[in-house]
């Protein structure tokens, strides 16, 4: 495993030992690849993922930059979450440093209203 990598983890452990979703305030948990940025709500005390959402489901990406695309990721589930009447969570960044698409995804959702 690569240092870089290990360091991710090492952080994310760190974020996770204070962080625990529950069903009124669940756990909005990004990851992302190369290509690709998914978005979930974790119920941590269901072990349920509640609101799954990806750039796989957002139809009109091509010409955008990776980071627009995050932003519409993160309008899509901030629109979902509130359909579920779901108005606050404790956002997890998954160990990865909050900027770029991570802090864009984070700005569209609370552009649609989700608060953190």
Do not use: W
């Not at 990865?96 to 608060?115: D, M, N, T």
């Amino acid at each position: 495993m690569s240092i870089k990598k290990e360091k991710r983890i090492r952080r994310h452990k760190k974020i996770r030992r204070n962080l625990h979703g529950t069903a009124i305030r669940p756990r909005f948990c990004v990851s992302r690849s190369n290509q690709h940025i998914y978005a979930q709500l974790v119920d941590d005390d269901k072990a349920k993922v509640l609101i799954f959402a990806s750039d796989k489901d957002i139809k009109t990406k091509k010409g955008k930059k990776k980071s627009e695309v995050a932003k519409e990721v993160g309008k899509f589930i901030a629109k979902k979450a509130l359909e579920n009447k779901i108005k606050t969570v404790i956002f997890d960044r998954g160990g990865i440093l909050f900027h770029g698409r991570i802090k864009a995804l984070a700005e569209g959702a609370r552009e649609e209203g989700l608060k953190f």
